[in-house]
C-alpha cells in the first residue's frame, strides 16, 4: 500500500511539472512574436497569470494528495494486508515482560499464510508481509527465529528488541538458522528476509543477527549493539546486504575509557557476494571479518578500535582467494589487515591516525592487489601506509601488485612504484628508492634518463639494481643529472 501511495504522489508530482511546463512553453512561445509588448508592460501580468495558474495547480495537487492517503485503508472485498501487529499477540511494547512467545506467534501466523508469486524452487513467497514492531521495545529471553524455513519476502520492522538477562550466552537476537523440525525443500533456509528500522539490544549475552544459508537477506537502517561474539553473521548463502546501520559493542563515539577492552566482531562475513555499504563500526575488537569471496564494502566508517590497542577494522582472513573491494571507507585509527591477498582492491578510502594497510604473509603470495587513490594522515612518527607482515615468512611470490597514486600527510609513503634522480660530476649515480618502495629488492623495471649540460655524449648504461637501488655509468667522467622511473613486480629470472 505504501508502495502504491508514493507511486502515486510521484506520478501526480511529475504530471504538475509536466503541465507547468507545458503552460510556461505556450505563454512563451505566444509571446515571442509580442516581446516589445512585453517589455511594455506585460511582463508583469503575464507573470501573475502564470503564479496564478501554478497556484491553483500546486493546490489541486496538494487536495488529490490528501484524498488518495484518506484512500489507504483497505477496500472491501479485496484480500487482508499482511502486517501482523505483535501487540496483538500480546507483546509488551514497553519492554517490561518478556515479548518471545508473542513475536514468535506473529511470526508464525506470518509463515503459515499462503504463499503467491515466485521464489527460488522450495521457498514460498510470502507476499511481502510485515511483522512490525510498532515502535516497541521488547525483551525477549530467547533468539527469534522462524518457525519454519523456506520462506521469503518478508520483512520485520520497526522498534528494539533487547536480551533478558537469562538470555542464552552466544545466541543471536535474532537468528535465521532452519528449526532441525522443518527442513526448507529449498537448498536455502530463506530468501529475501528484510530486516529494517531495528534496534538490537545484546545486553553483553551473544550477537545481534545469524544470517545461515540464506539468499537476498537485508539489513537495513540497523542499530546493533552490545553484541559479545557477532554484530552480524552471515555464514554460507549469498548477498545478504547490510545497508546504512550502525554496530558497536560499546556505545561511544570514540576516546573511550575502555576501548583497550573492546572484543567482539561487529559483521563477520562467512560467505559470498555479500555488500556492506554506508555502515558505521564505533566499537568492536574487529570491525568486518570477511571469509568467504567476492564481497564488496564501501562507505564504511570504522573507528570499532584503534590498531594502537590490538583493533582491526577489517579483517581480510581468505588467503590465497582474496576477491574484495574496499571503496570509499574511512578507515579511523584502526587499519585493514590482509592474509595472502590475491585479488583485492582497496582505493579511495581515507587513513586517520596512522591507520594503514597491513599484508600479512601466510605462505608468501601477493597477486593482483591495487591499493590506489587512498589519503593517508598520520602523527608524524613515520608509519609506513602499506607495512609487511613476513612474521610467518617472507612474500615469495608476487605478482600485479600496484600500491600507488596515494597520498600521505605525516606518514612515510610506500608504493610500487617511484620516482627519484641523482647529480653527480663523474661516472656513476645512483638512486636507493628502498625508503619508498613496498617490497625489499623487487625491481623489475626501470626507465631512466641522463641528462648533461656540456657538450659532450657520453655512453651510459644501467648497471645494477639489486636492494632497491638504481646504479647508472659512464664511460667518461661528466657532470650529469639522472632521472629515474621504478616499479616493482614479479621477480624476472635472473
Ligand atoms: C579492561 O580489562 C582489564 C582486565 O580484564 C581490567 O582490569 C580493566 O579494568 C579494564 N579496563 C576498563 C577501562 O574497563
Ligand atoms: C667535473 O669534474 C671535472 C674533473 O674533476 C672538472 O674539471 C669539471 O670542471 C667538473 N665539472 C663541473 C660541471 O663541475
Ligand atoms: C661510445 O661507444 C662507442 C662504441 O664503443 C665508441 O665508438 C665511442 O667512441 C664511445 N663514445 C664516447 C664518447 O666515448
Ligand atoms: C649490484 O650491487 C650489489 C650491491 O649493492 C652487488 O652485491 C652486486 O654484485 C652488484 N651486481 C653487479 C652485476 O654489479
Not at 574487529?286 to 570499532?304: D, L, R
Request: charged residues 15%; proline residues 4%; hydrophobic residues 40%.
Amino acid at each position: 500500500m505504501a508502495a502504491n501511495m508514493a507511486r502515486r504522489r510521484s506520478a501526480s508530482a511529475s504530471g504538475f511539472v509536466w503541465l507547468v511546463s507545458c503552460l510556461m512553453v505556450s505563454s512563451v512561445c505566444g509571446d515571442y512574436p509580442h516581446l516589445g509588448q512585453i517589455f511594455r508592460g506585460r511582463y508583469g501580468e503575464q507573470m501573475q497569470k502564470m503564479q496564478d495558474l501554478k497556484g491553483s495547480v500546486l493546490w489541486r495537487g496538494s487536495v488529490s494528495l490528501a484524498a488518495s492517503s484518506v484512500a489507504t485503508s483497505p477496500q472491501p472485498g479485496s484480500p487482508s494486508p499482511r502486517v501482523y501487529l505483535v501487540t496483538s499477540y500480546g507483546a509488551d511494547p514497553t519492554g517490561n515482560t518478556d515479548s518471545i512467545d508473542a513475536l514468535t506467534s506473529a511470526i508464525a501466523d506470518a509463515v503459515r499464510a499462503p504463499g503467491d508469486g515466485v521464489l527460488m524452487e522450495g521457498i514460498t513467497n510470502l507476499g511481502g508481509a510485515r511483522i512490525s514492531l510498532e515502535g516497541g521495545d521488547y525483551l525477549i529471553s530467547r533468539p527469534l527465529r522462524f518457525p519454519a524455513a523456506g520462506v521469503g519476502n518478508i520483512m520485520i520492522h520497526g522498534g528494539t528488541l533487547r536480551a533478558s538477562d537469562d538470555f542464552p550466552i552466544d545466541g543471536y537476537l535474532i537468528d535465521l538458522s532452519a528449526p532441525s523440525s522443518s527442513k526448507s525443500s529449498s537448498s536455502y533456509n530463506f530468501e529475501y528476509v528484510t530486516f529494517r528500522d531495528l534496534m538490537l539490544d545484546s545486553n553483553y549475552r551473544g550477537g545481534g543477527i545469524l544470517v545461515p544459508n540464506s539468499l537476498r537477506t537485508s539489513i537495513d537502517n540497523c542499530y546493533i549493539a552490545r553484541f559479545t561474539s557477532n554484530g552480524i553473521l552471515v555464514q554460507g548463502g549469498h548477498e545478504t546486504y547490510i545497508r546504512n546501520s550502525f554496530l558497536g559493542q560499546h556505545i561511544t563515539t570514540g576516546a573511550d575509557p575502555g576501548e583497550r577492552n573492546f572484543s567482539g566482531t561487529a559483521i563477520n562475513l562467512m560467505g559470498n557476494d555479500n555488500a556492506v555499504t554506508d555502515v558505521v563500526i564505533f566499537s568492536a575488537a574487529v570491525g568486518i571479518m570477511v571469509s568467504g569471496q567476492a564481497n564488496v564494502i564501501t562507505g564504511v566508517h570504522c573507528y570499532n578500535k584503534a590498531t594502537g590497542f590490538g583493533g582491526t577494522g577489517i579483517y581480510l582472513k581468505l588467503p590465497g582467494k582474496t576477491q574484495t573491494r574496499i571503496l570509499n571507507c574511512y578507515m579511523d585509527f584502526t587499519g585493514i589487515v590482509a592474509e595472502d591477498p590475491v585479488q583485492l582492491d582497496i582505493s579511495n578510502c581515507f587513513f586517520l591516525g596512522d591507520a594503514h594497510i597491513a599484508l600479512k604473509s601466510i605462505n608468501g603470495v601477493a597477486n593482483g592487489v591495487n591499493i590506489r587513490n587512498n589519503m593517508f594522515s598520520g602523527s608524524g612518527k613515520g608509519t609506513d601506509i602499506v607495512q609487511l607482515d613476513q612474521s610467518n615468512g617472507p612474500f615469495k611470490e608476487i605478482d600485479q601488485v600496484v600500491v600507488d597514486a596515494n597520498n600521505v600527510d605525516g606518514m612515510t609513503m610506500r608504493s610500487t612504484v617511484a620516482r627519484g634522480s641523482a647529480k653527480g660530476n663523474g661516472t656513476s649515480w645512483m638512486v636507493d628508492f628502498s625508503s619508498a618502495l613496498l617490497f625489499p629488492d623487487l625491481i623489475n623495471h626501470v626507465q631512466y634518463s641522463l641528462s648533461t649540460s656540456g657538450g659532450s655524449f657520453p655512453n651510459h648504461s644501467l648497471r645494477n639494481v639489486s636492494r632497491n637501488c638504481v646504479v647508472v655509468e659512464s664511460d667518461v667522467a661528466v657532470a650529469a643529472s639522472v632521472f629515474v622511473m621504478v616499479e616493482q613486480g614479479k621477480k624476472l629470472p635472473s
